[in-house]
């Protein structure tokens, strides 16, 4: 009996010590996987991927356009939890000897943004594409080149001219909804950094940040869905400078997060 007594103890003491390891290992949390994209416009490479470097809570691959453009295509969405879009290419255009963007390239994007992939969009990025409209809709806005002008006539009851731009400004920004999980607690602050002027945003997307600069497009970020497919777009981040404010890392780290667990609430939504 007493041998018995021994052996059930110890039998009991081994399972209770397997769970255990069991759930530790359950309960480490997978950090958010991400694709971030450049190319096509010049920008402080290093310091922008120290940047990076610096989240500790996610881990990143690097991808370059044009010559990387297959890889935004459908199946991106179960190698990846979201893409950064830090690129500004243009399909239209391109020297016939230059790597540039097929149609087709262009419309495997658009599938794989049918797929609910996440998406933010980063500064010049929302000058990307600009005679595709379904990159707009993406992004719930534009930089307008001039060249594209003849596609925003007559959009939301108003004709819209070319975009323009100035860096090296002092701009300042205010919390347009303080209870979203990516502005949560932040407070207004200044950032230096490039301003875009008359850029379209759509009237339907939540706008998270604006700026009081009198020549500014006002909307500095907001969040959509383009689909499945959850959406942030900052407009700000256009070197080195503002990389180094702490409060641009916070959005991006917060809006990463929030890319993936909107993604997560929207498949379980659908189940």
């Not at 255009?93 to 943004?113: H, V």
């Not at 950094?193 to 939540?206: A, F, K, L, Q, R």
């Amino acid at each position: 009996m007493r041998t018995r007594l021994l052996l059930t103890g110890l039998l009991l003491s081994l399972l209770f010590g397997l769970s255990a390891c069991t759930k530790r290992v359950t309960l480490m949390p997978q950090k958010p996987k991400i694709l971030v994209v450049t190319g096509g416009h010049p920008f402080d490479e290093k310091e922008f991927f120290e940047m990076f470097d610096s989240f500790s809570g996610i881990t990143y691959d690097r991808a370059v356009l044009p010559q990387d453009m297959d890889l935004l295509s459908p199946g991106l969405e179960k190698k990846y939890d979201a893409v950064v879009s830090y690129d500004m290419n243009h399909f239209h255009g391109k020297p016939q000897n230059e790597p540039r963007i097929t149609d087709a390239q262009r419309a495997n994007f658009g599938k794989l943004m049918q797929t609910g992939m996440p998406l933010l969009i980063l500064h010049h990025s929302v000058g990307g594409y600009p005679k595709w409209p379904p990159y707009r809709d993406m992004a719930g806005g534009a930089y307008i080149y001039s060249g594209a002008v003849f596609l925003y006539e007559d959009l939301d009851g108003k004709s819209w001219p070319a975009s323009e731009s100035e860096h090296d400004i002092d701009m300042n920004i205010m919390i347009a909804d303080k209870d979203h999980p990516i502005t949560q607690g932040l407070d207004d602050f200044t950032i230096h950094d490039e301003i875009y002027i008359g850029m379209y945003v759509s009237p339907n997307v939540h706008v998270l940040l604006t700026t009081d600069d009198p020549r500014a497009t006002k909307e500095i970020a907001w969040v959509h869905h383009y689909g499945n497919s959850p959406v942030f777009t900052l407009v700000l981040g256009h070197d080195k400078q503002s990389y180094a404010n702490e409060n641009l890392r916070k959005l991006l780290v917060r809006g990463i997060d929030w890319l993936v667990n909107e993604k997560k609430n929207i498949v379980e939504t659908q189940q």
